[in-house]
């Protein structure tokens, strides 16, 4: 049984599993039907627009475009499906991948980079990050061609479904911004660059 089809039933344990019972028939389209919190979720009701439509399509290079537009992201296209945005201290390359262009990656990498003899604090502080923070994975990638050590943060979405507007925007809104943070974090905090 794969870890995360169970959890333990409201007692908090013991051989009581309650399963997810989603399947692709179930899955709507459309404005959500308001929710009930949960009976094990503490919190209240979230509010939920009903009102809005919603028009989910497929998600093209040519949205992305018009989604970095909206958010005033500058950026360069090379032709070959790669947008590459820069900032003071790094640059994030945003494009979609997959055998259908289904998976919309956005691959952050700081301009300077980790020389070699400090590869061993570089895995420990990129490590630290993975294990306190949300939304992008860090890692520290292959050497350059003179020696030194590529750190960069990813975010990888499938979109195969597709996605509505204000979703891509969000998405890529949140990549950029924790791309920004976890950069500034590697200069701070981190005290790697």
């Not at 009581?16 to 179930?26: A, C, F, H, L, Y």
């Not at 360069?76 to 820069?86: C, R, S, T």
């Not at 289904?102 to 300077?112: D, G, K, N, S, T």
């Amino acid at each position: 049984m794969p870890w995360w089809s169970w959890r333990p039933g409201p007692a908090g344990g013991g051989d009581t599993e309650t399963r997810s019972g989603i399947s692709v028939d179930s899955v709507r389209v459309g404005p959500p039907a308001p929710r009930q919190p949960a009976e094990d979720c503490p919190g209240t009701e979230r509010p939920v627009v009903t009102d809005r439509p919603v028009s989910v399509a497929p998600v093209t290079l040519a949205r992305v475009c018009d989604a970095l537009d909206l958010l005033d992201v500058r950026y360069l296209a090379d032709g070959d499906g790669n947008l590459l945005a820069m900032w003071e201290r790094h640059a994030v390359l945003v494009t979609l991948e997959g055998p259908e262009d289904e998976i919309l990656v956005m691959r952050a990498r700081p301009h300077a980079t980790v020389p070699p003899d400090w590869a061993d604090r570089a895995y420990r502080v990129v490590n630290e990050w993975n294990h306190t923070r949300r939304f992008c994975k860090a890692y520290i990638g292959d050497p350059t061609e003179r020696g030194q050590l590529p750190i960069y943060a990813e975010l990888q979405v499938p979109l195969g479904a597709g996605a509505h507007d204000a979703l891509l925007v969000e998405m890529l809104d949140c990549g950029a911004a924790v791309a920004t943070t976890f950069v500034d974090w590697l200069h701070d905090e981190g005290a790697l660059l």
